[in-house]
């Protein structure tokens, strides 16, 4: 890495400095700090980790970590000796909580990571900031009505309950039509997997089996790499089982369902994929990229390769760029073809994985042209419909009226709108068109209609798949 590079990802960044209000509390409970770039642009952080470049020398990155704690270069040390070579993911190195001095009542924990950046970098360790990622922050279908939250430049859309966002899908019938696999003869299924909230499983004697029997045929979760167990306490776990209401305050939470619409919408369009799903938000919506890229590393090393990967999340960040970021994702994607959600910020401002030059970035579509809540820009390569969109849901779940909200009684169905359920058609119609194709792969027939001049393209939006 020349100099150059090196001063260019070290730019400067700083706490946010206007007030978050009513999302503080929100933010506190999810562990989630909003900072500022020296453009003024915000962006979402981890205060108690940071992500570290996957060939880093372990004992090089211990020798660092014991400055500030001891205990955590042990276990660092121990798990170098327990997993030999390091894997391709970036390393995620917890920090303690800052030091408090004498006259300051609450340190700043952005300064602190700022500090564990600058000691990692002297001694030539690339880190960067474990930038938050969140999941598209589905909306309904209209602006009117809606309750906006603002953070910086950043609009977070839902009402807030107490401390958590509420969810804004709802019920819905069975839209009937599910296709039947096709079973072409000589043909390797899609293999696709879904990085989201992860998919409602069964419970009882098949804990690893699709709750919805629409999914059960084509949802496959590896067993050998759900997390294990833990507390029942903020913040809460992200693992593999799609979680309707983790802190039991009798509502849905923000994002609970998310990866198991997803995996519907996936299915509808290409129903002989072998579909694996992977949790790395939890079902508030909130995820962070050293843990999507273990999860990803860890799921390709027990099921892959994958042919595509759907990342229906995303992040602004620092000065519109992350290098350690982009690189490790794209090492660990290989050939398979990565598709993310745009984003519902209403902006031209890049999303990331979204917008890297690698990955397909995909806008939402409403009956007029641009959905009101879809992110645009030349970084969006491709567009389908997103407003009141259908899918697979919870099965059996009532959630009690709230403010001017009715009750609501959710059986198997839901309808969502957001760059979330785009995604997942554009990477299915891909992963369809490979499979009746038989020879080509779902990156081969991206670069094969992002070429063909004749699609129909719409400005800052890209390619339309009509799906």
Not at 2 to 25: K, M
Not at 313 to 330: I, Y
Not at 361 to 375: H, I, Q, T, Y
């Amino acid at each position: 890495m020349t100099n150059v590079e090196r001063d260019r990802r070290r730019r400067p960044w700083r706490r946010h400095a206007g007030s978050l209000d009513e999302l503080a509390a929100v933010f506190g409970r999810r562990r989630i700090a909003l900072a500022a770039d020296d453009d003024g642009r915000t962006f979402l952080i981890r205060p108690d980790s940071v992500a570290v470049e996957s060939g880093a020398d372990p004992e090089k990155v211990a020798k660092v970590v014991e400055k500030w704690d001891q205990d955590a270069a042990k276990r660092m040390r121990g798990r170098s000796r327990d997993r030999g070579a390091p894997g391709r993911a970036v390393t995620k190195v917890t920090l303690p909580a800052p030091a408090r001095h004498r006259g300051v009542t609450e340190p700043d924990p952005l300064e602190h990571v700022r500090q564990r950046l600058d000691e990692l970098g002297a001694a030539d360790i690339e880190a960067e900031p474990n930038y938050v990622v969140l999941g598209g922050q589905t909306v309904t279908g209209s602006p009117f009505g809606q309750t906006f939250t603002w953070a910086g430049d950043m609009a977070f859309i839902g009402d807030i309950a107490e401390v958590s966002l509420r969810s804004s899908v709802e019920p819905a019938e069975d839209p009937g039509g599910w296709p039947a696999p096709l079973g072409l003869t000589g043909r390797n299924a899609p293999k696709i997997l879904v990085l989201d909230t992860g998919l409602r499983l069964r419970d009882g004697d098949s804990p690893s089996e699709a709750e919805h029997e629409v999914l059960r045929a084509c949802c496959q979760v590896g067993d050998d790499w759900v997390s294990s167990p833990a507390p029942r306490q903020p913040p809460f776990p992200v693992d593999d089982d799609d979680e309707r209401d983790d802190d039991d305050t009798g509502f849905l939470d923000f994002e609970a369902g998310h990866g198991t619409f997803i995996a519907g919408l996936v299915h509808r369009q290409c129903p002989d994929a072998e579909i694996y799903t992977a949790g790395v938000l939890s079902s508030f919506g909130d995820g962070d990229v050293a843990h999507v890229l273990e999860r990803l590393d860890a799921a390709t090393a027990a099921h892959g390769p994958f042919d595509v990967v759907v990342m229906s999340f995303g992040a602004f960040l620092p000065h519109d760029e992350s290098t350690l970021f982009r690189e490790t994702l794209v090492s660990l994607l290989g050939g398979a073809l990565g598709v993310a959600a745009a984003g519902n910020q209403q902006t031209c401002r890049p999303y990331f994985p979204a917008a890297f030059p690698e990955i397909v970035g995909v806008g939402a579509l409403a009956a007029e042209g641009r959905a009101w809540f879809s992110n645009f820009g030349p970084w969006v390569d491709a567009c389908a419909p997103g407003v009141d969109v259908v899918s697979t849901f919870f099965v059996d779940v009532t959630e009690p009226a709230f403010g001017r909200h009715a009750e609501r009684r959710f059986e198997g169905f839901a309808r969502w709108s957001g760059t979330s359920f785009s995604a997942p058609k554009v990477a299915a119609a891909l992963a369809q068109a490979a499979y009746l194709d038989g020879t080509a792969t779902p990156a081969a027939v991206w670069q094969r209609v992002a070429a063909d001049y004749q699609r129909l393209r719409m400005p800052d939006l890209g390619i339309v798949f009509n799906v």
